[in-house]
Structures are given as C-alpha cells and as structure tokens.
C-alpha cells in the first residue's frame, strides 16, 4: 500500500494506493482503507470528496460514469447526436414516476412507452429492459436503477421511487375531492332555507297588516295607540329577525352536511 498527496487546480488531496496483487483484500478492507485516508485528509487540512459532489464541495450536475466509452457515450446523447437507450430509459422513469401513484401504475406507463421493468421484493435493484433492443437480439438493452442513480446522481431507488407514488396518490385524491365539492349542488337545504325565510316574511307582513287594521278601527289615535303599534311593530321585527337568523343557520348546517356526505379531508 502506497500513500501519496498531489495537488489538483491548486487543491491538495490525499489518497491511498493498493497493490492487491496476490493479496486477499475485502470491499470491507477497502471501506476501511477509505475511512483512514479521509481521517488523514482532515488531520492535514486536505479536501475530503463527498458523494454525489463535486471536488469543489458543490452538488454534481453532470454526468459521471467510471468507463470512459460510457461516459463519452452519454455526454454525446446529452447533445443530442447519438441515441442512448440509458438516456431513454432513465427520461421515462423520471416521466412515469411524476404521474405514478403505485407500483403497479409506473410498471404499466413504463410498459406503454416500451419499456420492461423487474422490479421484485426479492431482488435488492430494479432492471428496466428496452423491449425493442431486446427483440432486435441486443445484449445491450437492460440497466439498473443503481446504475441511473450514478450516471445522473438522482434518486431512483425503490424507497424513493415508493414515496413520490405516494405524494402523487394523496394529490389525486385530494384533487378528485375538491372537484367533487364543486360538482355538488345543495338544492334541498338551499330550497329549505328559502321557504322558511319567505314564510317569516309573510307572518311579519300578517302582522303590520293586522296592526293597522286595530289602529285604524279606532276613532282616536293617542299617544297610548302610537306606542302600541310601535311596540308591535319592533316585536315582530325582532321575531323575524330571529327567524331569519334561524333559517339561515340551519341552511348552513344542512349545507355542510350535504357536502360531506362523500368528502373526507387530506390527511
């Protein structure tokens, strides 16, 4: 094992070099050797890489493969001057999952644009196959969501990809539900609340009819009679008032009701 420091666009970094050669070394060997360079790296004041990063410390934005061919492949896609089935797949899934609510939705939109999708309890990654290179007798023609998450450092693991189906699942519903709210139509409580009203205004006129009536069937109008009526009338003001505040209440309570028959809040 070999330790160096070198500088890269005025940056040092440290890292360490393994000759495996002959030598029984483990993925565990090798998270250990990583752990005790970045210790090192911070104990001399060097830059310690960060995953999904770039040197510099900002978040990558571009694409990143270990195989050059791969990378020169995908870089030449991006522009547009030649056709990577990767770039195609990795498009769709980032389409279909946006509109998605459940597994089984995102697997029939992804089969709609050509595309296959293994994706089992049991196996740890989903394998996304392109049906048309497949039945051309391909062997370039399947990727893994592993492989997506490095080429264009996003998310496209199960867990993540389980998630936004369930985002997209409560936006439905709560969408479908407010349309419901806007298609309902509350006649019966409306029809309800505007025969008690018109009823409490007819009893009010009723009455300021038969007030006058006993007014004018007097042969003197004193102060006595003035008074009279004018307590009448303010009476039965206030017991229309009270009826109308009545019915209107009772409206509202039977509005509610109607409406929430079939509309359950987002939870």
């Known amino acids: 094992m070999k330790e160096q420091t ?10 360490l070099f393994c000759y495996t050669l002959n ?63 990767v770039q195609d797949i990795a498009l769709a899934v980032l389409d279909c999952k ?5 597994r089984e939705t995102f697997i029939r939109l992804m089969n709609e644009r050509g595309y296959g999708v293994d994706w089992q309890d049991s196996h740890k990654y989903i394998t996304y196959t392109d049906l048309a290179r497949e039945q051309a007798g391909e062997k370039a023609c399947k990727i893994r969501d592993n492989k997506l998450e490095k080429y264009y450092n996003m998310d496209f693991g ?16 709560a969408e479908q539900s407010k349309r419901a709210a806007s298609r309902v139509k509350p006649t019966e409580p409306d029809r309800a609340g505007k025969q008690s009203a018109q009823r409490s205004v ?29 307590r009448a009338e303010q009476e039965a003001h206030q017991r229309a008032e009270a009826e109308r505040r009545a019915a209107e209440e009772q409206q509202r309570i039977a509005s509610r009701r109607y409406i929430g028959r079939d509309w359950e809040p987002e939870r």
């Open 98 to 102: 946006e509109t998605a609510t459940s």
């Open 158 to 173: 199960k867990e993540s990809m389980e998630h936004e189906f369930e985002r997209n699942a409560r936006t439905a519903e």
């Open 23 to 85: 030598y029984p070394l483990s993925k565990h060997d090798l998270k250990d050797l990583k752990e005790r360079c970045n210790e090192q790296s911070w104990e001399q004041g060097l830059h310690v890489p960060e995953k999904g990063k770039t040197f510099a410390g900002e978040v990558r934005e571009e694409t990143v493969a270990w195989s050059k061919d791969t990378y020169q492949l995908l870089k030449q896609a991006e522009q547009g001057k030649v056709k990577s089935y």
């Open 202 to 230: 007819g009893d009010v006129e009723r009455e300021l009819r038969g007030i006058d009536e006993a007014v004018k069937s007097r042969t003197s109008e004193g102060r006595a009679e003035q008074a009279e009526r004018r």
């Open 6 to 15: 070198h500088q890269i666009k005025k940056r040092y970094s440290g890292g």
